[in-house]
């Protein structure tokens, strides 16, 4: 299994009344890692978009284990979960300077048409990006 690992840049405007990260900034620290991850593997989302296809949200899920605060270090760690052909899950990391994990999640994606929103089948319209998610993801 390859993880991507990316340090996240903590800002005070990501915090909320109680100082600590809002949870909402989890969904881009997410996207961050999932961004890293596709670079690292030699794919490139806008690429995709300028074959006519999006990747979006299907489900988000995310578990809030302990605060991230102003001033921590941050690291998102991303991997390819599930890969169906059809669906992708990606898991995450949220993960202090200490090494505790602090924000555990998922994000399911479906690829769909550009101009319809019509699902298609992944595995059908990237070949080669899904061939490298089967041999990465999650045994």
């Known amino acids: ?80 979960e599930l890969n169906d052909g059809i669906k992708t899950v990606y898991g995450y990391h949220i993960i202090n300077g200490e090494g505790d994990k602090c924000v555990i999640g998922t994000t399911t994606h479906i690829v769909v048409k550009k101009d319809t929103f019509k699902p298609t089948a992944f595995k059908k319209a990237f070949p080669s990006w899904y061939e490298k998610y089967e041999e990465i993801k999650k045994k």
Do not use: C
Not at 44 to 71: C, H, L, S, W
């Open 1 to 80: 299994m390859y993880i991507s690992k990316k340090g996240i840049q903590i800002l005070y405007a990501d915090t909320d009344m109680m100082g600590v990260i809002y949870h909402a900034n989890y969904l881009k620290y997410f996207e961050l890692g999932r961004a890293s991850l596709i670079e690292e593997l030699g794919f490139n989302y806008m690429k995709m978009e300028e074959e006519g296809y999006f990747a979006p949200v299907y489900d988000v899920q995310a578990t809030y284990k302990k605060p991230i605060r102003y001033g921590d270090k941050a690291f998102v760690h991303t991997w390819v």
